[in-house]
């Protein structure tokens, strides 16, 4: 019974994790011009709202802000508008909230620095206005459950001196600025139910930087819990999400003399409890963007993190198994233009992963793809073995052989699990030339039962069963 089970987990894992299954084809919202830093929010009736920056000419000195909407869960979208005036500066980062009347609040930058807002009643959208002078990064926007929008932001003095600073609107008036007197820099900010703001970010009262995960009471002007998240000599949180069980978080680990290579890890904190489980390792060498790294979490509260790979022209997303997270490629340049990915944002809503992303260079596009995520896969649902594997012979004595084929150069990790999903062995990690490969597996040492191989490369994944009998 206990094999039937974890067979079944496996056939899961192989339908969930096949990058050709469930994502949807990709939609173009928009071509043309410099098209950057898309954004997507679902509203109360379930309507789809696409933002993103679009510049008149490459890279652009001046632009606006275009919009967009889906009644029908992305499959057809409204011609595009122009909601704001054509400024002399470049907008980015549009940063769309909904409040309780269905309202559509948008906060965005300048590259120069400047923050501006508008908003949309009964589908009228109103005159932009400025509302932060100067920011130099991280800004952030949310709304709580009274309708209050907070806009966050850091000013970058140089190393150990930065400075947030928050405004917020009530009653349809903007406070004045507030700076916040703890020395913290945020990546990532949300608010729950009982409007206390939650953090992603750093400590930052010195170098290097230490990742923490902080609460910021918004009444007392201070924050009311703080935690160290981090590890290694320098880290940062950057992304969180939040559910009923759990409060989700992303953050990035540099490797020790370097400012550019990094290892991403998650962990997360039971809200019943209040205990936080161990650091989980993901991933190396991928992108250190702030805007690069989201998370979302299905029905079912597992975690699935998005991140831009090192060259910025590819997205994935890593999922979390008994094996380890495995990491899925979801969006490329599918143009051949020489593109690059230039902002996106993932949402979920009802268990389907919504993605918007802006494919720049030759080929500047706003895309809109979509993806159910899976909760109960049978085997009929089994993507075909892409890598030609065969495993002789299985079930096996004392070794075996694992056969496969790769119809071109590329890295190739093979690791060997137990039952448990714990690494027994890694049998190759390295860059193989297309042809057929084999690696002997040796049981001399290992006890009879179940086991399980992963043959993983760059954008394909396979798992399948081995049998020991002694």
């Known amino acids: 019974m206990k094999q039937k089970l974890v067979f079944t987990v496996i056939l899961f894992l192989l339908s969930a994790l096949n990058a050709s299954y469930g994502w949807s084809e990709p939609i173009m919202l928009s071509s043309g011009s410099f098209n950057q830093t898309a954004s997507i929010i679902m509203d109360k009736e379930e309507v789809l709202h696409a933002f993103w920056a679009k510049a008149d000419t490459i890279p652009g000195d001046h632009g606006v802000m275009k919009y967009s909407y889906s009644s029908d869960f992305g499959e057809n979208w409204s011609e595009p508008i122009t909601i704001t005036n054509n400024q002399t500066s470049r907008p980015i980062l549009p940063q769309p909230v909904i409040d309780s009347e269905n309202n559509i609040h948008l906060v965005y930058n300048f590259i120069e620095g400047q923050c501006w807002y508008l908003k949309q009643i009964d589908g009228i959208w109103s005159q932009e206005v400025q509302i932060v002078n100067y920011t130099s990064s991280a800004v952030r926007c949310l709304i709580n459950s009274d309708d209050k929008i907070y806009v966050f932001w850091v000013i970058d003095g140089g190393q150990a001196n930065l400075h947030t600073y928050y405004i917020y609107k009530e009653n349809e008036v903007w406070s ?22 939650h953090f992603a970010g750093a400590k930052c009262s010195s170098v290097p930087y230490q990742a923490y995960y902080y609460n910021f009471d918004t009444v007392q002007n201070q924050f009311c819990d703080s935690i160290y998240i981090g590890t290694g000599e320098s880290s940062i949180g950057y992304s969180l999400f939040y559910s009923s069980y759990k409060t989700h978080i992303v953050y990035i680990s540099y490797i020790t003399g370097s400012s550019t290579e990094s290892e991403i890890y998650y962990r997360y904190k039971n809200n019943v409890s209040n205990e936080w489980s161990d650091s989980e390792f993901i991933d190396r060498n991928m992108s250190t963007w702030l805007q690069d790294k989201q998370i979302i979490v299905d029905r079912n509260d597992n975690a699935h993190i998005f991140e831009q790979d090192w060259n910025h022209d590819s997205i994935f997303v890593s999922h979390k198994t008994p094996f380890g997270w495995i990491k899925e490629p979801v969006a490329f340049d599918h143009t051949g233009n020489d593109g690059w990915i230039n ?59 694992i056969q496969f084929k790769l119809p071109r ?30 690696f002997n597996l040796n049981g001399e040492n290992l006890s009879s039962g179940v086991y399980y191989f992963r043959l993983q490369s760059k954008d394909k994944i396979i798992i399948d069963k081995l049998t020991l009998i002694k």
């Not at 494919?359 to 075909?384: A, M, R």
Request: glycine residues 6%; proline residues 5%; hydrophobic residues 35%.
């Open 409 to 438: 150069k590329c890295q190739i990790q093979l690791d060997i699990f137990n039952m448990s999903g714990e690494l027994i062995e890694s049998l190759f990690n390295g860059a193989l030339d297309n042809g057929i490969h084999s």
């Open 176 to 197: 004045a600025p507030h700076e916040i007197e703890y020395p913290m820099a945020h990546a990532d900010i949300i608010s729950t139910d009982d409007n206390i703001l």
């Open 343 to 401: 902002g996106y944002k993932v949402i979920v809503h009802d268990n389907i992963c919504y993605l918007i992303y802006a494919l720049t260079g030759n080929g500047p596009k706003i895309y809109f793809k979509k993806k159910t995520l899976p909760v109960d896969i049978n085997e009929e649902q089994v993507n075909i073995n892409t890598f030609n594997t065969t495993i002789y012979p299985n079930p096996f004595n004392n070794s075996t052989n």
